[in-house]
Nanobody, 126 residues
Framework: QVQLVESGGGLVEAGGSLRLSCAAS????????MGWFRQAPGEEREFVAV????????YYSDSVKGRFTISRDNSKNTVYLRMNSLKPEDTAVYYC???????????????????WGQGTQVTVSS
């Protein structure tokens, strides 16, 4: 079992930045690839970014590539999502998720993930 707790969400103006954090507890954090997803009201949950277990592979959705950066600190059991140049369309609840997969794999489908946090709201005003 892994417990995930997101933090760092809030209200920001368009063009601003936020850094989300996701703290993990339970089984060894380095056993999991870590992903970020988001869900806007009335929309499907959407993949944002993923980082492999040993911080070598990252992958981003086209909508955030070049603006968002995912990173992890295995010594702190924490994954981060740095979000720059935020747009109103980035408004959503952001979730982190843990994927019990091989050390090099990354997945963008929510069904591949085993554990989820409760989410943190990000609101970008225009």
């Amino acid at each position: 079992q892994v417990q995930l707790v997101e933090s760092g969400g809030g209200l920001v103006e368009a063009g601003g930045s936020l850094r989300l954090s996701c703290a993990a507890s339970g089984r060894a954090f380095s056993n999991y690839a870590m992903g970020w997803f988001r869900q806007a009201p009335g929309e499907e949950r959407e993949f944002v970014a993923v980082i492999s277990r040993i911080d070598r592979n990252t992958y981003y959705s086209d909508s955030v590539k070049g603006r968002f950066t995912i990173s992890r600190d295995n010594s702190k059991n924490t994954v981060y999502l740095r979000m720059n140049s935020l747009k109103p369309e980035d408004t959503a609840v952001y979730y982190c998720a843990a994927d019990d997969t091989s050390w090099y794999e990354t997945h963008s489908e929510a069904k591949e993930y085993d554990y989820w946090g409760q989410g943190t709201q990000v609101t970008v005003s225009s």
